[in-house]
């Protein structure tokens, strides 16, 4: 086992760019909706691109106390209707729902990454395993169709919470559920504002490079695959 996991008892696991990435490359900008906008946003540069989104990002988070996909479907729809109105991109609203639906329900959306469930499996004979994770209602369905859920113990998500991280309510949550000392856990995720906040809770950090936006220069112990862990 790699060092940085002596004396410990507890990991705690990001989803999104830790175990599984995006099919189409971006955690939104779905296949489907790709599907009905792809022209038009090869008419926008990235910035542009990136200010609707933070338009769409700041309703969801100040509606992110969630409790059924439902919900989440209802929630994405405002989000598309407000990147669809700042980039004139003429969605209607059918598809806006079908593209809503899609990223709440089709699993093919996921994509594990290589060796983490044979992963998962080791270190659940030596470990207890909990997710943090800033997610929605159908994370539940997301883990299970990727195999994967049955190996952890605890779930913090943010949609239960109603805060995302790195709001330290997400690391008291799961620290409240895992039952051993802060100093025994670990946890890995791909940003270090994430990283920093547990750290202040006793929380050990590790930063998890396997997008490579991630592969940064760290204090902290760098991973570019739960793979490494059994270093």
């Known amino acids: 086992m790699h060092e940085v996991l002596k004396d410990k008892k507890f ?11 995006p099919a189409s490359g971006h955690w939104m900008f779905t ?7 792809k022209d038009k946003l090869d008419m926008f540069d ?35 209707q407000i990147v669809s109105d700042e980039l004139s991109l003429g969605l209607t609203i059918a598809q806006i729902y079908e593209i809503s639906k899609d990223r709440a329900t089709n699993m093919n959306n996921y994509l594990l990454y290589p060796k983490v469930k044979e992963t998962l499996e080791v270190l659940f004979k030596s470990f ?9 209602p159908s994370i539940v369905n997301q883990l299970t169709h990727l195999g994967i859920f049955q190996f952890f113990t605890t779930f913090t998500f943010s949609y239960d919470v109603g805060v995302f991280k790195p709001d330290e309510k997400m690391f ?15 946890f890995i995720d791909d940003q270090i504002e994430n990283l920093e906040a547990a750290e202040k809770l006793g929380i050990t950090p590790i930063l ?3 997008n490579p936006s991630s592969d940064v220069q760290t204090k902290y112990t760098k991973i570019h695959s739960i793979v490494e862990l059994l270093d």
Do not use: P, Q, R
Request: proline share 0%; net charge negative.
């Open 11 to 21: 990991i705690f696991f990001d989803v999104g760019y830790t175990l599984d990435a």
């Open 31 to 37: 296949n489907k909706f790709l599907e009905f906008t």
């Open 46 to 80: 990235n910035a542009t691109i990136h200010s609707a989104m933070l338009k769409g990002f700041a309703y969801i988070e100040k509606n992110h106390k969630l409790f059924t996909i439902e919900e989440e479907i209802s929630t994405l729809c405002v989000f598309y």
């Open 128 to 136: 207890k395993l909990g997710i943090i994770s800033d997610t929605w």
């Open 172 to 186: 008291i949550d799961a620290l409240n559920k895992c039952g051993v000392a802060a100093s025994e856990t670990v």
């Open 208 to 210: 998890i490079a396997a």
